[in-house]
Structure formats: structure tokens, C-alpha cells
């Protein structure tokens, strides 16, 4: 791990959800350029005139990361114009099999992916190519705690969110010789509307100021990894780790299972 200089233009995609408005404004600051991307036109402009009043300038940009082509042409642009210092890709919706455990439906289900990893790493594989030529650059994925081992309630936001976290461990060391730092966030259970629909318990909740500072010490630390809470990522850590018999047993417990 390895300190850098505090990036300067930072691009934030789901910048009107917590983690993403949080992140905003924990880089919001005089001589900072912020690109912000989201869905909500409202939300985005209310966030903008924050982190102006804080000093940053910001550009904003509402599309929907699902429309593949717009997404790539807005990259494909700012990164012609101008060196992206450091790219948090952080868009996520969740889905769950139901108040009477029904299961998902496939709509959901694609739709989910499509948010969850394919946009992340369709952000990724059109900033690379800019970043590799400038031998400089930084990537965040948000993943989950919930990417360490599948919760019966969620399992296609448990599938997307190990996909993540696994494709952003190999790009950290694909890219690590081109001097691009790869770093993956894995949040427990971040205050949001998102959280609170989530379905079981939310032990150790953090408020989204908090997590966005931890990120934002954790980035400019190049950490792998950047997990928290300690208790929950422990323990998710162990699901993992543990037989598969016994973790399910745990989940089972913890009211997790449905």
C-alpha cells in the first residue's frame, strides 16, 4: 500500500445515491472538479449546488447507466478532455426474493446485473485504455460485504456484488504496472432508502458521511480492500472462510434465510 497525491477531478457514477452524494461531498473543495452522474435530475442539481458552495467545481450528467452507448460516448469524451484523476464506480440497486419468499423474477434479476456489474465494468473498460496511455489513474468499485458469501434473501445482489469485488482484485493486479491503482470498497449497511428495503437485520449501521470518509482514507491509503465495519466484515469474512454447511446454519440463525 502506498499514499498518492489527493486527486483534484474526481468522476463519481450514482452520485445521487448515499455513498455516491456522500463521496461528493467529502471531495468537495476548492481546486477539486467533480464529474457527478445520476439518474435523478432533481437530486443531481440539489447535490451540485452543495459541493459548489463548498469550492468544487462541477459538471454534471443524467443518463441512466443502463443505455450502454451514451454511458461510453460521456467517458469517451471527458476522457479526451481532460486526466481523471480518480473514477468511483458506485451505481447498485438491490433486489430480494419476497415478503413470502416467492424468489426473484428474471426482469429484476437482469436488470439488477446490468447496474451492479456490467455499467462498473463498462465504466472501467473505457477509462483503462486513457489511464494505461498516462500511466496514472484510480478506480474504486463499490462492492458489498455481502460479496463474501450468498444471503438467501438477496441472491442476485450477492452474486453481483462478488463479481464485483472479484473483477476489481484482478484488475488492481493487471493494472498495478501501469501505475493505476484498483480498489475495491466492500460497505456493510450504509443509512439509504436502498438499506432500508433491504429485507433482514442491519446490524452496525453506518451513517453515509462516516462511510464516505472512510473511503475517501482508505483511497488515498491504496487499499485492496476497503471493508467495514470491522465487526461485520469479520464476520462475513468467516461465512466465507467457514464449511459451507456451517455458515448456512449461521445465516439461518441470524434470520438471513427468509
Same mark, same amino acid.
Given at each position: 500500500?502506498?499514499?498518492?497525491?489527493?486527486?483534484?477531478?474526481?468522476?463519481?457514477? !450514482?452520485?445521487? !445515491?448515499?455513498?455516491?452524494?456522500?463521496?461528493?461531498?467529502?471531495?468537495?473543495?476548492?481546486?477539486?472538479?467533480?464529474?457527478?452522474?445520476?439518474?435523478?435530475?432533481?437530486?443531481?442539481?440539489?447535490?451540485?449546488?452543495?459541493?459548489?458552495?463548498?469550492?468544487?467545481?462541477?459538471?454534471?450528467?443524467?443518463?441512466?447507466?443502463?443505455?450502454?452507448?451514451?454511458?461510453?460516448?460521456?467517458?469517451?469524451?471527458?476522457?479526451?478532455?481532460?486526466?481523471?484523476?480518480?473514477?468511483?464506480?458506485?451505481?447498485?440497486?438491490?433486489?430480494?426474493?419476497?415478503?413470502?419468499?416467492?424468489?426473484?423474477?428474471?426482469?429484476?434479476?437482469?436488470?439488477?446485473?446490468?447496474?451492479?456489474?456490467?455499467?462498473?465494468?463498462?465504466?472501467?473498460?473505457?477509462?483503462?485504455?486513457?489511464?494505461?496511455?498516462?500511466?496514472?489513474?484510480?478506480?474504486?468499485?463499490?462492492?458489498?460485504?455481502?460479496?463474501?458469501?450468498?444471503?438467501?434473501?438477496?441472491?442476485?445482489?450477492?452474486?453481483?456484488?462478488?463479481?464485483?469485488?472479484?473483477?476489481?482484485?484482478?484488475?488492481?493486479?493487471?493494472?498495478?504496472?501501469?501505475?493505476?491503482?484498483?480498489?475495491?470498497?466492500?460497505?456493510?449497511?450504509?443509512?439509504?432508502?436502498?438499506?432500508?428495503?433491504?429485507?433482514?437485520?442491519?446490524?452496525?449501521?453506518?451513517?453515509?458521511?462516516?462511510?464516505?470518509?472512510?473511503?475517501?482514507?482508505?483511497?488515498?491509503?491504496?487499499?485492496?480492500?476497503?471493508?467495514?465495519?470491522?465487526?461485520?466484515?469479520?464476520?462475513?469474512?468467516?461465512?466465507?472462510?467457514?464449511?459451507?454447511?456451517?455458515?448456512?446454519?449461521?445465516?439461518?440463525?441470524?434470520?438471513?434465510?427468509?
Amino acid at each position: 500500500m502506498s499514499s498518492s497525491p489527493p486527486p483534484t477531478t474526481i468522476l463519481i457514477t !450514482g452520485a445521487t !445515491g448515499a455513498i455516491g452524494g456522500a463521496l461528493a461531498k467529502a471531495y468537495a473543495a476548492p481546486g477539486q472538479t467533480l464529474y457527478l452522474q445520476g439518474r435523478n435530475t432533481q437530486r443531481l442539481d440539489a447535490l451540485a449546488v452543495v459541493c459548489r458552495a463548498m469550492g468544487a467545481q462541477v459538471i454534471t450528467k443524467v443518463l441512466d447507466v443502463r443505455d450502454s452507448d451514451a454511458l461510453v460516448l460521456w467517458l469517451q469524451e471527458l476522457c479526451q478532455q481532460k486526466t481523471i484523476d480518480l473514477v468511483i464506480a458506485n451505481v447498485g440497486v438491490n433486489n430480494h426474493i419476497g415478503p413470502d419468499s416467492k424468489g426473484e423474477q428474471w426482469q429484476d434479476i437482469r436488470g439488477l446485473i446490468e447496474v451492479n456489474l456490467l455499467s462498473l465494468m463498462l465504466v472501467a473498460d473505457t477509462v483503462i485504455p486513457f489511464m494505461r496511455v498516462s500511466g496514472h489513474g484510480q478506480i474504486a468499485f463499490i462492492s458489498s460485504l455481502a460479496g463474501y458469501f450468498g444471503l438467501p434473501l438477496t441472491p442476485s445482489y450477492c452474486a453481483s456484488k462478488a463479481a464485483v469485488k472479484a473483477y476489481g482484485e484482478a484488475l488492481r493486479g493487471w493494472l498495478k504496472p501501469h501505475h493505476v491503482r484498483v480498489n475495491v470498497v466492500m460497505p456493510g449497511y450504509v443509512d439509504s432508502a436502498m438499506c432500508r428495503d433491504m429485507p433482514g437485520p442491519k446490524p452496525f449501521l453506518w451513517q453515509p458521511e462516516k462511510a464516505a470518509n472512510y473511503i475517501k482514507w482508505g483511497l488515498a491509503q491504496n487499499r485492496p480492500r476497503i471493508s467495514f465495519p470491522f465487526p461485520l466484515n469479520l464476520g462475513t469474512w468467516f461465512l466465507a472462510a467457514l464449511p459451507a454447511g456451517i455458515s448456512e446454519r449461521i445465516v439461518r440463525l441470524l434470520n438471513y434465510a427468509g
